[in-house]
């Protein structure tokens, strides 16, 4: 019975039971917050500050169990650790996703499948921009390290310890999109986006052993596609700089749930594994990060 449970390679609990059990932690946790917590936020332009920071703590949270005493490994060995260059790594990811989301929207506006219909600085005071900007940045930050912790850090990596690297890519790009289910206007098409946009990330931790360039990487392509360009972020529609409506076909442009639930995602992923390669090539162009478990 032991073995079931229990690798007789290692004497460690078998990867499967880990994924369960991180996943069973982060549904208490979440079930618990959402009875407690929730119901107790104000609503407002704190409320979502205080969702996706209450979201972190419990993705973290899980995942901290899991890896202290499922996996019996730190939490900074799933690719976290502070080291020189994290920060190079952060940022050219960032920069990576702003290059591929902004030729996306040139690419929209040159087809005429966007119509804009204006600029927030025509209507709003720069004070009230540039806060809403920062509290864009604040909660993507969080929204991307949490959900690349999770994906690309414990479920990626515990299956790549079974199965290999790019069977781990596929499961863990598979449950990534399906994380997203119930946003507004979840599709087949989007679940093929989302699905596409994880080898995206995946490959950013692959050339560097760490989660640095993956959480820029994620963070970026949120903030330029809502709080700069205006589309719908993974269904979730918010205001951004440029005003503007998507009028293009469906199948294409994603329609009200986002460019990821359209056919160009691929090209923006084709675009972004290859920045990633550039910036990576000689290891040392931008960043040398040795990652140890």
């Keep these: 019975m032991a073995r079931i449970f229990i ?6 609990l078998r990867v499967g039971w880990r994924l369960i059990g991180q996943l069973l932690l982060y549904l208490v946790f979440a079930l618990a917050v959402s009875a407690l917590v929730f119901p107790w936020i104000p ?7 205080l969702e996706e920071l209450v979201v972190l703590v419990v993705l973290v949270g899980s995942v901290y169990l899991a890896r202290r005493f499922l996996d019996r490994r730190s ?6 650790a502070w080291q020189p260059g994290s920060v190079r790594q952060f940022l050219a990811g960032f920069v990576i996703s702003g290059i591929s989301m902004s030729l996306l929207f040139f690419t929209f506006l040159g087809m005429g ?3 804009v219909e204006g600029f927030a600085w025509q209507q709003q005071a720069w004070s009230a921009i540039l806060g809403s900007l920062g509290i864009s940045l604040l909660v993507h930050l969080m929204v991307g390290f949490s959900e690349e912790l999770m994906a690309r850090g414990y479920w990626m ?7 290999g690297l790019p069977w781990a890519v596929v499961l863990s790009a598979a449950l990534f999109s399906l994380l997203h289910a119930g946003n507004p206007g979840y599709s087949w098409m989007a679940f093929l986006g989302l699905f596409a946009g994880g080898f995206d990330v995946a490959y950013g931790y692959a050339r560097t052993r760490s989660l640095w360039l993956p959480i820029g990487l994620h963070m970026g392509w949120n903030f330029f596609e809502g709080a700069v360009y205006g589309f719908a972020v993974s269904g979730a529609q918010g205001a951004g700089l440029v005003l503007q409506r998507v ?5 294409w442009t994603g329609g009200g749930f986002g460019p990821e639930a ?6 923006a ?4 594994i290859g920045l990633i390669y550039l910036v990576t090539r000689a290891n040392k162009l931008v960043f040398k990060c040795v990652y140890s478990q």
């Design 7 to 12: 690798s007789p390679d290692d004497g460690c």
């Design 43 to 49: 609503e407002g332009g704190a409320y979502l500050i």
């Design 75 to 80: 939490l900074g060995s799933l690719g976290i």
């Design 113 to 115: 499948w966007l119509q």
């Design 157 to 163: 990596q515990n299956l790549a310890e079974k199965l």
């Design 247 to 251: 009028v293009g076909p469906e199948l």
């Design 262 to 267: 359209g056919l160009l995602m691929l090209a």
């Design 269 to 272: 992923v084709g675009i972004d």
